[in-house]
């Protein structure tokens, strides 16, 4: 068994329900799979002694799990107040239309054809729900709508896919873009390094204890994978499929189709560089 804590970004163990942090809960959604890990994490966020709560993320459209956030807040005394949304993959927003009707909240998210409501959010927007504080970070690069919700009273940040709890991230090609992956990266150091932040709280996976210590790996396994990428096309590997089958030959087969999203932003981003 790996010891928690020499893992990248020290993980927390198990992926569970409950309380993450004083103000974040996480609700898992029951969608597991390789790519969702154990499932999506529905984060329901609120401060100390206020009824009102706001949710990240409700997850996929299944009503069971959506009543079950509601049920959750409800037993905590809390009542749904407003949904963010990370970005528009379908594990993580999907289930937003049908919550928003169940709780009668809006929606905001970057992306204007997710909104639900005249509010969208935006690079240093602030979210304030009684009492809470969330600082919108935008971290393009999985996607481009991507965001991160900074909570600066947990010193903690909501990274959707950006950062996950166990493993890594696709850069999902033509709309996700590797150099605007890197900056977002760095940009989540900077959070770490000078804002303090060392918790991250991720749209799959546990929650990881050492925000800096997982960009950190995030940037060198980036860099490590794009030596490789040229390096294969150096060789002869001409294709996306073919750079895969040589460079992720020490991964699941299942999650190739994923990593060809991911091989073809590095080579849009050696070609925009000339080196490839």
């Known amino acids: ?6 893992l990248p970004g020290q993980p927390r163990g198990l992926v569970v329900s409950g309380p993450a942090t004083e103000r974040a809960v996480n609700v898992l959604a029951p969608n597991p799979s ?16 206020s009824d009102l709560a706001v949710v990240v993320d409700p997850g996929p459209l299944d009503e069971s799990h959506l009543r079950h956030v509601i049920d959750t807040a409800e037993k905590l005394g809390k009542r749904v107040a407003l949904t963010l949304l990370t970005h528009g993959h379908p594990d993580h927003a999907e289930g937003a239309g049908l919550f928003a009707e169940l709780t009668g909240t809006a929606v905001r998210a970057l992306d204007p054809a997710l909104r639900l409501g005249d ?26 709508d991507s965001l991160s919700f900074h ?17 890594t991230t696709i850069v999902a090609h033509p709309d996700g873009r590797l150099g605007d992956y890197l900056d977002s990266l760095r940009r989540l150091r900077s959070l770490a390094v000078d804002d303090g932040v060392h918790t991250v709280l991720p749209g799959h996976g546990p929650v990881l204890e050492d925000a800096q210590g997982a960009v950190e790996f995030y940037l060198a396994h980036r860099a490590s994978r794009l030596a490789q990428v040229e390096t294969a096309v150096e060789s002869g590997h001409r294709t996306p499929a073919e750079v895969v089958a040589h460079v992720y030959a020490d991964v699941d ?9 991911s091989v073809r932003a590095q080579l849009e981003y050696l070609r925009e560089r000339g080196l490839v």
Not at 119 to 133: M, P, Q, W
Not at 151 to 167: E, F, K, N, Q, S
């Open 119 to 144: 509010e969208g959010l935006g690079a240093g927007d602030v979210v304030a729900v009684g009492g809470l504080e969330l600082r919108v970070v935008p971290t393009p690069g999985h996607t481009s």
């Open 151 to 167: 909570l600066p009273a947990d010193r903690a940040v909501l990274t959707g896919d950006t950062i996950l709890g166990r493993g």
């Open 253 to 261: 087969r299942s999650l190739w189709p994923a990593a060809e999203l």
């Open 1 to 6: 068994m790996s010891d928690a804590a020499a």
């Open 34 to 49: 390789a790519m969702t890990l154990d499932g999506t994490n529905t984060w329901l966020l609120s401060e100390p002694g």
